[in-house]
């Protein structure tokens, strides 16, 4: 691959992994600290942290795209190839990303505003709790699973690349 294409693609993974380590660590949490709830009720800070995660959803997809993009055209004019398991590895994160992306934030919507709206029963309270809890669950494990795949595929990438030789070719 060429230098300049190899350097823009170790940029954009890196900025994906660098964009969720912050949102994981940092964001997160801090919209649920003690100082922020003292400020705004729960409910409001869940809802800020939807729409945040709605935005981070649209990072991620567009750097893992431009990610496969790079990927693309480094083996179409650059006449380099990525070992079949390291592309593969990037068509599974996007994926994940996309799929869970896609699917989970409209059922955690839902199951937030139950949670929250001043006529619900309990019981109704509960299931709705017991549901967002387990789909957050999930979210936070595929959220999890993302960042190594990432992780997995910028130091594949940082590696140095293999030139072809007559033995290896």
């Given amino acids: 691959m060429p230098q300049g294409l190899r350097t823009l693609q170790l940029a ?4 994906w992994l660098g964009a969720s380590i912050f949102l ?6 801090a919209l649920f600290s003690p100082e922020v709830l003292r400020v705004i009720p729960k409910y409001h800070a869940g809802r800020v ?6 935005q981070f959803f649209w990072l991620q997809l567009t750097c893992g795209s431009a990610a496969l993009l790079l990927s693309l055209v480094g083996w179409a004019f650059g006449g380099t190839r990525q070992r079949p398991r390291v592309a593969l590895l990037l068509v599974a994160i996007v994926s994940v990303v996309l ?3 896609q ?3 409209p059922r955690l919507e839902r199951w937030h505003a139950i949670q929250y709206a001043p006529n619900t029963t309990p019981a109704q309270k509960n ?8 789909l957050h669950g ?5 959220n999890l699973a993302v ?3 990432v992780t997995l595929y910028l130091l594949q990438l940082a590696r140095p690349a293999q030139r072809r030789t007559i033995g290896n070719a």
């Fill in 12 to 15: 954009v993974v890196a900025a």
């Fill in 24 to 29: 994981t660590f940092f964001v997160g949490p």
């Fill in 49 to 54: 942290a939807q729409v945040i995660l709605g």
């Fill in 99 to 101: 799929v869970v992306g």
């Fill in 103 to 105: 699917t989970l934030p």
């Fill in 127 to 134: 299931e709705a709790q017991a549901a967002f809890r387990r």
């Fill in 138 to 142: 999930f979210s936070q494990i595929a």
């Fill in 147 to 149: 960042m190594l795949g």
